[in-house]
């Protein structure tokens, strides 16, 4: 086979067979609770709210024919509209799981028995803060934990090189190459289309003026970074950073990308530029285990005792509803480990949107005592983001459960027997990975 050929094929690949975006997502709601279960815990990894664009605005205006609109807050915070959207979707977890009996409806929860640990940035900070002052308004005891030094990552959401896992960035880098041929041309063929629609939306002619703008103002490429990540740079890094920054204008209400676009559909079809570096940077698996492990290590554990929570102290009563608030690469790594997928109406398939989150619930069954895990994803839509929809159990955010592939054979009720679970995680994970030890 010539090497050509096989670019297309490979490229086409990537998202069809390599990473998570391979599983057929469900297209499912939530699934009731089965007669006789209970549920015993929820431990949900929710990415922080709608933010500002990482670039500053002469960054961008730079690489586009007219100025990229103001934003309320400094680059990557999280928006005072984020805040609120989040509160809402806080709400609807008391909503949902106060009528499954996890935690408290109508009162302030036990103390311990709902926690929340963010990461160490501004929009995650306060991304858990407007969660859990939307669960309950009137409990002001609720705190939000983070790591105590703020000088240095935390090792769940942004773990660093250590001996056992150097993390080598020149090797991940290769491992990402290798999925698509080992350069960017089949990429740029099979995405023409929409690379394209994003150089007439940055720079179409007649605005451009002879400034050289949008996507050719550099060569697609990779960087390593030190701590083992890599990040799309030139043109593909560049439509990828914008068509994200278009979703963030239309969650925070504004006009979205000038105007431009025809409708909803268009920008979902620019959105296929961030999922295609989402799937090749964060779901190349050497990455995924890398930066992948200590967050779902975490997630076992708590799932398996819930005094098992980062900044829970010891007392009487477990947690009972954990919250992890980190980011997108997060919560992709864990769909890689898992190889799992799902699918939220009107976003792209394993679209990691904002305030969107990944649940991992535990139920047991009474009469018998066996333990059951079951994942389901949780997001507003795009609609309920633009309009700041209250949510109600008759007007719910999009929602599905999410199948568990390697648990297919053992499932009962779409749930994994917990001792299943473990195993599946454990094979996942790469214990040399593995720094943080609950």
């Known amino acids: 086979m010539k090497r050509r050929h096989l670019g297309i094929i490979v490229i086409a690949a990537v998202l069809a067979a390599f ?5 057929s997502p469900v297209r499912a709601q939530i699934l009731p609770i089965p007669p ?18 990482f670039l500053t605005n002469v960054e961008l205006d730079s690489r586009s024919a007219s100025p990229w609109p103001t934003w309320p807050v400094p680059p990557g915070f999280l928006t005072p509209r984020g805040e609120e959207l989040l509160r809402l979707m806080g709400r609807y977890y008391r909503v949902l799981y106060g009528g499954r009996g996890l935690v408290q409806s109508d009162d302030c929860p036990p103390r311990g028995t709902v926690s929340a640990w963010a990461d160490l940035d501004q929009r995650t900070r306060a991304s858990a803060v407007a969660l859990l002052t939307g669960m309950y308004p009137r409990c002001p005891t609720l705190n939000v934990r983070n790591q105590d030094d703020p ?34 041309d089949s990429v740029q063929r099979e995405y023409a289309p929409q690379l394209t629609l994003m150089q007439q939306t940055l ?15 550099g060569q697609p490429g990779l960087e390593s970074r030190p701590d083992g990540t890599v990040r799309l740079t030139g043109s593909l890094g560049f439509a990828s950073a914008a068509a994200e920054t278009f979703a963030m204008e239309d969650a925070e209400g504004m006009q979205v990308a000038w105007g431009r676009l025809a ?54 009563e477990p947690v009972r509803f954990a919250l992890l608030v980190g980011h997108s690469t997060n919560l992709a790594n864990l769909s890689r480990l898992l190889n799992i997928g799902w699918q ?33 994803y949780y997001a507003q839509t795009m609609a309920q983001m633009r309009g700041r929809i209250v949510l109600e159990a008759t007007q719910p955010p999009g929602m599905t459960a999410v199948a568990l592939p390697a648990c297919a054979a053992d499932e009962r009720e779409k ?18 990975c593995v720094s943080v030890k609950p």
């Open 415 to 432: 749930a994994c027997p917990v001792e299943r679970f473990v195993e599946i995680a454990r094979q996942a994970i790469d214990p040399a």
């Open 36 to 53: 006789g279960w209970q549920m015993e815990r929820a431990v949900l990894v929710s990415r922080h709210g709608v933010r500002a664009p």
């Open 263 to 316: 409708g909803e559909a268009e920008l979902q079809d620019l959105l296929k530029l961030h999922r295609l570096e989402v799937d090749l940077v964060d779901k190349t698996l050497p990455l995924a285990r890398q930066h992948g492990s200590n967050l779902l290590n975490q997630i076992v554990a708590t799932l398996q005792d819930g005094h098992d929570f980062p900044g829970q102290p010891r007392i009487a």
């Open 203 to 217: 720079c179409p002619t007649s605005l451009a003026g002879g400034k050289a703008c949008g996507l050719a103002t």
């Open 19 to 23: 990473s998570p975006a391979a599983v």
């Open 344 to 376: 939220i109406a009107g976003f792209q398939p394993n679209q990691l949107s904002p305030g969107g989150a990944l649940a991992f619930e535990l139920y047991r069954e009474v009469r018998t005592g066996q333990r059951y895990v079951r994942l389901a």
């Open 151 to 184: 000088t240095v990552p935390d090792p769940l959401f942004h773990p660093q090189p250590t001996a056992s896992c150097p993390m080598d960035g020149a090797a991940n880098r290769a491992a990402v190459l290798a999925r698509i041929g080992g350069n960017f």
